[in-house]
């Protein structure tokens, strides 16, 4: 079968679906992926995704209908699968014609998306990952083993972070991620200082990462303050895959990079506020998460996150802790 996943974005939530596309690919299917253009790259390349469909991040209902229309002529999809639940990835659900229209059932469904498919799955499952790959089960799929999230390669990337790394006389460095999408998430600036204060005392040398233009001006300054941290260069989401299969570790937010480094293999210390760490945190024995006390789902009251129990020195213990654990250090 022609199946199509519709998951338009964002960053960390593409990651988290594609196993979801690994789960259909293993069991015979040709994978097609509908995203914004902007997102295309975390999945260009990718062995279980046969093509990638994508669309503006804004576009007129005129161009959207124009698209829909070219994809139905030239992808008659078997099956079309909602991985967003929202009602603007739902309206592709219609958009592409497919007899068979999976998406989730009302609660894990928002803004009426459950009303337009025709297979509803229940989301019993507590972590994002394992609901995903329950869509399966639309098609008659039991999600088997684990979870795996089959990236492009990106072998051009990692030689670039390999070579810019030893320019700078680093070797598996740990990193330290300033941004996220909602102000919520982020851990406070000053705590980000007095963390890469107490790597550089430990003798390390941190890479501060950073995305937006906002994101770069507080690693400017953090790198201001603590001057033996290092800078990553601005990169995009291939460039930045490369780095992060160099870290020793990555401490972040809920964020795409932090999805990514665990994607790639990376260690990760995953710092969280209003998104329970159960339901959204990496998994495996060189992952751990951190949480703080959050009003659930705050997305923009920065200041309603108590992140006292994520201390610079908690935080360093427990970096340290996943960094050895993962180089067979004691």
């Known amino acids: 079968m022609d199946v199509c996943i519709i998951r338009l974005g964002a960053f960390g939530d593409i990651i988290h679906t594609l196993p979801l596309a690994a789960d259909l690919h293993a069991a015979g299917h040709r994978v097609h992926w509908l995203c914004e253009e902007r997102w295309r790259a975390i999945i260009a390349g990718s062995p279980v995704i ?9 576009a007129s209902m005129t161009t959207l209908r124009k698209i829909a229309r070219q994809l139905r002529r030239s992808y008659p999809f078997d099956a079309v699968i909602d991985a967003q639940g929202l009602a603007k990835s739902a309206w592709w659900l219609r958009g592409l ?12 469904a928002r803004e009426g998306a459950w009303l337009l498919s025709n297979r ?54 740990y990193a330290l991620n300033v941004g996220a999408g909602w ?21 390390q040398r941190p890479l501060i990462i ?15 303050q603590v001057p033996h941290s290092i800078l990553t ?25 932090l999805h990514l480094a665990a994607a790639c293999a990376c260690p990760t210390l995953g710092l969280f506020g209003p998104v329970p760490c159960e339901r959204n945190g990496p998994r495996g024995r060189h992952h751990r998460n951190l949480q703080a006390t959050a009003p659930a789902w705050e997305r923009k009251r920065a200041e309603r996150v108590d992140w006292s129990k994520l201390s610079p020195k908690i935080v360093l213990a427990a970096a340290h802790s996943i960094a050895h654990g993962a180089h067979g250090a004691s």
């Open 210 to 224: 950073w995305g937006s233009p906002d994101e770069r001006q507080v690693a400017e300054h953090l790198q201001a």
């Open 97 to 108: 014609g497919s007899p068979i229209r999976i998406g989730f059932r009302r609660g894990r």
């Open 50 to 58: 046969d093509r990638i469909h994508t669309i503006p991040r804004r």
């Open 183 to 203: 102000p919520s998430k982020v851990w406070p600036q000053d705590f980000q200082r007095q963390f890469l204060q107490l790597l550089v005392n430990a003798g």
């Open 233 to 257: 260069p601005a990169t995009d989401i291939p460039h930045l895959a490369g780095l992060l299969q160099h870290c020793r570790l990555l401490v972040s937010g809920d964020t795409g990079p």
């Open 120 to 173: 509803r799955v229940p989301a019993h499952c507590t972590h994002v990952i394992d609901q995903q790959r329950c869509l399966a089960l639309g098609l008659g799929l039991r999600p088997q083993g684990s979870a795996r999230t089959p990236l492009p390669a990106w072998p051009a990337q990692r030689q670039w972070a390999h070579d810019w790394l030893q320019e700078h006389g680093l070797q598996q460095p």
